[in-house]
């Protein structure tokens, strides 16, 4: 039997939004800046082998097709139900065997483990668009989007935050497993020969030469693995960054969000960010009729299959005064209770 319920009021204040008239300082520890070499080199390489992807040797529609299709299933359901909306702010539940393999295809977007990008981002709820937060476009949107991803980051070593914000994850073996033998990236590798294997075989049967083989399965590893990834490491990235700088407020919350239409499309509902701070538990993120969801639409069909339950719709409360006094959303909890 699924199940939706709803929250408690949100807590309010009465002062005036603030006007950020002053460049946000970067998080402390991280100046000087300390090159994180094994981000830089990951991100730098997988954007150059997507780019080499659509030179005429490697290029093919039914691969870019592919990069497209899979971006949408891995990105909405490991990393938008399942990293963002059911293990980071509880708002849904699903059986533990779905729930692993939808932290699989997260894993397969190369956005961390678990643990860390909960962690990293129920500090950025607690801290949002203040000093501490690990990734506020205020500090630049470069910064916002990918830069902080490039630097170390003492206040965010995983000793640092793991105790604070994520003991509920590690609770799982399975999570804890995640965190050994750089596990994420074997993962990732040994996904490319079998996306080579398959595009070659395809091409084969297909009647094709052993070269046109080979290539096409080079087409479909290119395109399958880093065509997609960078299509969902930008998708949230972008509501990082743009979805703190430009959009409207249905609420008038105590940090920067905004609801982008063009950010709220291209991620897949994630982008309508000003509804999801003052209403973080939610998940279902678009609040009025225009703002579609396609997260919450993929939630709905877990519903109807009897795979999610105790879904944490909108705040009644909230929804009935969307104009009011300050929300007061640095406040809330950056843990649900289980």
Known sequence: MTTETTIKPLARDQAATPTRTERLPLPSGVVPFRPDWANIILIGGYHI???????????????????IVSAQVVGVLGI???????????????PKWLE?????????CLQDTPARWVAVHRRHHQHADEQPDPHSPLSG??????GWLMVKHPELSRLGIYDRYAKDILRDPFYVALERNVAQLKINFAQLPVLFVIGFLVEWFLGGT?????????????????V?????????WAVNSIAHVWGYRNYDTDEDS????????????????????????????????????????????????????????????LRASMRGDRLKTHALPVVADE
């Not at 139900?81 to 980071?88: A, D, G, I, N, Q």
């Not at 692993?100 to 397969?108: C, K, S």
């Open 210 to 226: 052993l070269s046109s083989a080979a290539m096409y399965g080079v087409s479909i590893m290119l395109f399958g693995s880093f």
């Open 49 to 67: 082998a997507a780019v080499l992807a659509f030179l005429p040797i490697y290029f093919s529609w039914s691969g870019l097709i592919l990069a």
């Open 258 to 317: 905004r609801n982008n239409l063009f950010v709220g499309l291209f991620a897949n509902g994630e982008g309508w960010h000003n509804n999801h701070h003052a209403d973080p538990r939610a998940a279902r993120h678009g609040h009025r009729w225009w703002e579609i969801d396609t997260t919450y639409l993929a939630v709905k069909v877990l519903m109807m299959l009897g795979l999610a339950k105790d879904v944490v719709m909108p705040n009644a409360h």
């Open 228 to 236: 997609r990834t960078v299509i969902v490491w930008h998708q949230t």
């Open 100 to 108: 692993h393999t939808f932290v699989i295809f997260a894993i397969l």
């Open 141 to 146: 949107l470069f910064w916002g989007h990918m």
């Open 80 to 94: 938008n139900v399942c990293y963002h909306r059911l293990l980071t702010h509880r708002g849904l539940r699903c």
